[in-house]
């Protein structure tokens, strides 16, 4: 952990590290959009079944009489549920009966009806074009619009596997350029896709993409700065999410075309490819993989650009070997994630800060999902669940600052849980209430998830910090896949979906317990320095009680 005195050196929140963090932010935001953008590339739009009476010119101008286009859909579509037209069902022939003011259109039989077999007509009054207009994903096809987000899901829970054992391999802004590149690339494919299957695989690799982006981001910041500025750091990457959420509502409102918006959020990625060869690579990561030298000139980089030429003159490599002489000594084989999963210390953590993760994966996406039932103004609701989150993020920040790590992970996790559950025993004749407890919990859960992303940096060692990252990750998407799926246990008890929605934090929040506060403490490099910071917790709490009794007179 000697690195931490390099870094305080060569300044380690200084001129350097505000140029890398903005030049990490600005794509964050971008990626968060790509996340979201089937909210609107994927829209539903108003659509009803091709008939010739309406949509053709010849076949309508047989019609007898002057009748106008509300007569003619009615004698062509029967009423739907919801009762406009139906969307998946039209009359074999021209109903005429139903223009008799004595005739009602409720009485018609399925068997007078027939699919859609011409197609549909969709409204774009609100979207001009989306991929269920363009592949006709409605009706019997309609189950496969929601698998399209599960692939695309699928890309980051395996792009997740990948990147965080590849970035402690071969390092951090390796895996961020490539994964830019990628991005860059299979985002504006995608806008160009001809069927629905290669657009399906487009996405798969734009979601492998966003596990690689979003890790190696956190984890460059993290390993940037000092232990008193990582909060920080952590905030603000989480609040370029939440200004994503927000950007990405503004820009479909103007462009509701999915192939432009696609692009508008794909091609960019190409300049940010461009500047990313700028970017420093982490100098706590080579130093603690024993490339020295590399490690060496970008910290020389950074001192520089923090306008500290004596430190950067007098850090020589004879400097470096004296600081990091007792790391370096203790350096050892490259770790893999047996080394996290069997080791004792880090087995704990590992099973822990798994489980948070999950937690915030399975509930976010749980009941955000369900939110959207309330059939509400969808940029609206987009643009207010970014304003929302930025709140609650720099609470958060605040209260880690004040409070420490460990009680507010717990915490959140808990009341996020006592949140939902609260909800069970509201009747739904109170939706208002309803809806206050189920924000109450939203917010609850992404604090959580702050701290996690957090927490998980500062828990493991350098030689495995992205592999454990990447490991959180994979689990949060497998929560984020199954905790939609949830809501369909309501058949067997309306209650069921809140009970585990509920059950999860409160579990993760009493496992939460067992994991050590870091507040203030360097990051560990190697394993060897978090048995360090074991035995020092454990020597600090043996060594209390008979500092108290000493003092009793």
């Known amino acids: 952990m000697a690195f931490a005195e390099l870094l305080d050196q060569v300044g380690s929140l200084g001129r350097f590290q505000a140029l890398q963090t903005v030049a990490l932010l600005v794509p964050i935001m971008w990626v968060i959009s790509q996340t979201l953008l089937e909210n609107f590339s994927a829209a539903v ?55 008799d003011p004595n005739a009602t259109a409720t009485n018609w039989s399925e068997a007078a009806t027939e699919p859609c077999t011409d197609g549909w007509v969709y409204d774009h009054s609100t979207f001009t074009s989306t991929i269920v207009s363009k592949w006709d994903l409605v009706c019997d096809s309609n189950a496969l619009r929601p698998m399209v987000q599960s692939i695309f ?40 896709a001809p069927n629905l299957p290669t657009y399906c695989l487009f996405r798969f690799l734009v979601g492998m993409t966003i596990a690689g982006i979003s890790m190696s981001t956190s984890t460059l910041m993290m390993e940037w700065t000092s232990a008193q500025a990582q909060t920080l750091m952590m905030t603000l990457n989480a609040l370029g999410f939440s200004v994503g959420m927000v950007l990405l509502a503004g820009v479909a409102y103007g462009v509701r075309n999915w192939v432009l918006l696609q692009l508008v959020f794909s091609v960019p990625f190409f300049l940010v490819f461009v500047y990313s060869w700028w970017l420093a690579e982490s100098a706590r990561w080579l130093i603690t993989i024993g490339r020295l030298e590399q490690g060496l000139r970008e910290l020389q980089r950074a001192a520089a650009i923090n306008r500290k030429k004596a430190v950067r003159d007098a850090l020589t490599m004879e400097v470096l070997l004296s600081t990091m002489q007792e790391d370096l000594r203790g350096r050892q084989t490259p770790a893999s994630l047996s080394t996290l999963l069997c080791t004792r210390i880090l087995g704990l953590r590992t099973f822990v800060t798994t489980l948070c993760w999950f937690s915030f994966g399975f509930i976010f996406f749980g009941l955000t999902l369900d939110l959207q039932a309330l059939h509400s103004n969808t940029f609206l609701l987009q643009a207010l669940l970014g304003l929302l989150d930025i709140p609650a993020r720099i609470a958060t920040m605040m209260l880690l600052n004040r409070l420490g790590h460990r009680p507010i992970q717990v915490a959140s996790l ?77 058949v067997y008890h309306p209650s069921l979906p809140l009970l585990l929605y509920g059950a999860v934090p409160l579990l993760s929040g009493l496992a939460a317990l067992l994991l050590p506060e870091t507040q203030g403490l360097p990051l560990p490099d190697t394993l060897q320095d978090v048995q360090n910071q074991a035995v020092k917790k454990a020597l600090h709490h043996t060594r209390e009680p008979s500092v108290l009794k000493s003092t009793q007179f």
């Open 45 to 99: 739009p108003a659509h009803r079944c091709w008939v010739p009476l309406l949509d053709n010119s010849t076949a309508q101008a047989s019609a007898p009489g002057d009748l106008g286009p509300e007569a003619l859909l009615a004698v062509s579509i029967p009423p739907g549920p919801n009762h406009g037209p139906h969307q998946c069902r039209r009359f074999r022939h021209p109903q005429w009966q139903f223009l």
């Open 153 to 192: 899901l699928a890309g980051i829970l395996v792009g997740a596997v990948i990147c965080g054992p590849v970035s402690d391999r071969f390092g951090r802004r390796l895996v961020l350029t490539w994964s830019y590149l990628q991005i860059a690339v299979s985002g504006t494919a995608t806008a160009f």
């Open 414 to 490: 808990l009341l996020s849980g006592l949140f939902i559950l609260a909800n069970m025993l509201v009747p739904h004749e109170m939706p208002f209430l309803r809806a206050i407890l189920a924000m109450l919990g939203v917010w609850c859960v992404v604090s959580s998830f702050t701290c996690t992303t957090i927490y998980s940096g500062e828990l493991f060692p350098t030689t495995l910090r992205m592999t454990a990252v990447g490991l959180g990750h994979m689990v949060n998407r497998g929560g984020a896949i199954l905790g939609p799926l949830v809501r369909l246990l309501a």
